[in-house]
């Protein structure tokens, strides 16, 4: 914790800064990220420019891989397995998928390393461990934002191609929905960060797992394809909850339902309290571990 023009009880010296160590995990200190927001925004442009430093596309793999993604996912899972997708043209369908999946996945990849990762900064200096996470995800805010242009630039199109598209009122909390990607993302990247300081296994696990967790939501498929008597132990999965509000909210189909939002925003705060539990405690003693 940082006290700051603390004077030295003695009079013979006078500090700008003192540093004690915390006694609590409930001290999050987050009173410090506002303190450290230019070191944030720091992070932020170097995570920007060096993820396509010395690269041939720089930053247009941004809308590139949404793209590529969804051609594929159109041709296999539209085109040779044909998928229902409930009446929403097949290219848009999975664009939708591959927009919000992408960000989730990102905000969860890129904080699931973060203590091993940074170690080497993390041993010199101190400044406010949470900056580095919360700086990953406004970057994956920033990915995420180009990447849903360029899906609205094909709804356009599509729509007046003649497609039957309904924009539902629930389009209005999209902000909502977004701040519940971005914490659910960093909440499982932070509990995976906090372990993988002693498990070093779980950084081959995390890719492995985000995989399957994305077959296990209806990025490729609608919910409508899960059988009736496995939905509600299906809707449990909180992410389920998000693509459909974001499908609803453009394309006027989905299994939105007021219980399963709720459950899928109580789950995220669960889990967002216990990554920060996870992340103060091992912030205190990863240094011996790593």
Known sequence: MISTNTPSTSGKENW????????????????????????????????????????IL??????????????????????????PTDGVPLFLFYLAGTTVWGFFSSCLTSTSNIFVGN???????????????????ISGSI???????????????????????KIHSTIFYLPLLIVQIAALGLAVGLIVSS???????LT??????????????PVIYPVTQVPEKY????????????????????????AIQLEYLLSSWIITIILFF?????????????????
Not at 119 to 137: D, E, H, N, Q
């Open 195 to 201: 372990l993988v300081t002693k498990y070093r296994d």
């Open 58 to 83: 720089g930053p247009l793999w941004h809308v590139l891989q949404p793209i590529l993604s969804t051609s594929i996912f159109t041709i296999i899972f539209g085109k040779i397995a044909q998928i």
């Open 16 to 55: 700008d800064s003192v540093i004690k160590p915390t006694n609590s995990w409930l001290q999050f200190h987050l009173r410090d990220l506002w303190r450290y927001r230019d070191l944030i925004f720091l992070f932020v442009r170097r995570d920007l420019v060096v993820s396509y430093k010395q690269t």
């Open 143 to 165: 990915r995420f934002l180009i990447q849903f242009c360029v899906f609205l630039i094909f709804y356009v199109i599509i729509l007046y191609s003649g497609a039957n598209l």
């Open 119 to 137: 170690a080497g900064i993390f041993g010199k200096v101190y400044f406010p461990r949470m900056t580095v996470p919360i700086s990953l995800v």
């Open 274 to 290: 216990i990554g920060l539990l996870f992340f103060n405690r091992a912030e205190r003693t990863f240094m011996d571990t790593v």
């Open 231 to 254: 939905r509600g132990l299906y809707m449990m999965n909180p992410v389920v909850s998000m693509l459909e509000w974001f499908k609803y909210s453009f394309f006027g189909v989905g």
């Open 204 to 217: 081959i696990l995390v890719s492995f797992a985000t995989q399957l967790w994305m077959y296990a939501s």
